[in-house]
């Protein structure tokens, strides 16, 4: 059984930093497009940013200068760098991964990890 775990969330102040990470464990062959997606109450999940396989990253437009996502494939893990925070960045980020778990190709997610930003 493959599972994401996520950590790093937290509560700081507008302008802080936080960094998530995100672990991948199980029978994995191959860790393909990873990425940082989040929710808040009555909105539908958004997606973050995503890093491919070799590292190249694509970002929502909100974040962009402020967040830097990156990966160690070694470690199974993928990052999510979070600067200059804003409260509407306040939400359930949730990792999410494509895993090639033979006989296929399947997409996990994580169970999420809170950050809230106050003003």
């Known amino acids: 059984q493959v599972q994401l775990v996520e950590s790093g969330g937290g509560l700081v102040q507008a302008g802080g930093s936080l960094r998530l990470s995100c672990a991948a464990s199980g029978s994995i062959l191959t860790l393909n497009v990873m990425g940082w997606y989040r929710q808040t109450p009555g909105k539908q999940r958004e997606l973050v940013a995503t890093?491919?396989?070799?590292?190249?990253?694509n970002y929502a437009d909100s974040v962009k200068g402020r967040f830097t996502i990156s990966r160690d494939n070694a470690k199974d893990t993928v990052y999510l760098q979070m600067n200059s925070l804003k409260p509407e960045d306040t939400a359930v980020y949730y990792c999410?991964?494509?895993?090639?778990?033979?006989?296929?190709?399947?997409?996990?997610w994580g169970k999420g990890t809170q950050v809230t930003v106050s003003s």
């Open positions: 890093s491919t396989k070799s590292g190249s990253p």
């Open positions: 999410h991964a494509d895993i090639l778990v033979r006989p296929a190709t399947v997409g996990y």
